[in-house]
């Protein structure tokens, strides 16, 4: 599986980005997706996944700001995050994990960047 994250970029406080991850070689829908986050200096940490039932699980950081989504005809997920603050300054990954076990796939990254 390859992962490939667009969308990110500088964006002031308070403001709105849209993450989207497309995955290849991918055979079938029975994957969670979602996406991870590391700031500088600190470790890689969850931000959001969806299962291929459609169940969402947040961060408490983001929950209410940040909602994901996923198109498996299309075998991309989203992440819409809005009411940005500098705390979520990062470098946001894509990931997809098979329900059937094995190595997950990453994504190479996509910068996100909060400040005025």
């Known amino acids: 599986v390859q992962l490939v994250e667009s969308g990110g970029g500088l964006v002031q406080p308070g403001g709105s980005l849209r993450l989207s991850c497309a995955a290849s070689?991918?055979?079938?829908?029975?994957?969670?997706m979602g996406w991870y986050r590391q700031a500088p200096g600190k470790q890689r940490e969850l931000v959001a996944t969806?299962?291929?039932?459609?169940?969402?699980n947040y961060a408490d950081s983001v929950l209410g700001r940040f909602t994901i989504s996923r198109d498996d005809a299309k075998s991309t997920v989203n992440l819409r995050m809005n009411s940005l603050t500098p705390e979520d300054t990062a470098v946001y990954y894509c990931?997809?994990?098979?329900?059937?076990?094995?190595?997950?796939?990453w994504g190479q990254g996509t910068q996100v960047t909060v400040s005025s």
């Open positions: 990931n997809v994990e098979s329900v059937f076990g094995g190595a997950p796939s």
């Open positions: 969806i299962t291929w039932g459609g169940t969402r």
């Open positions: 070689g991918i055979t079938s829908r029975f994957y969670t």
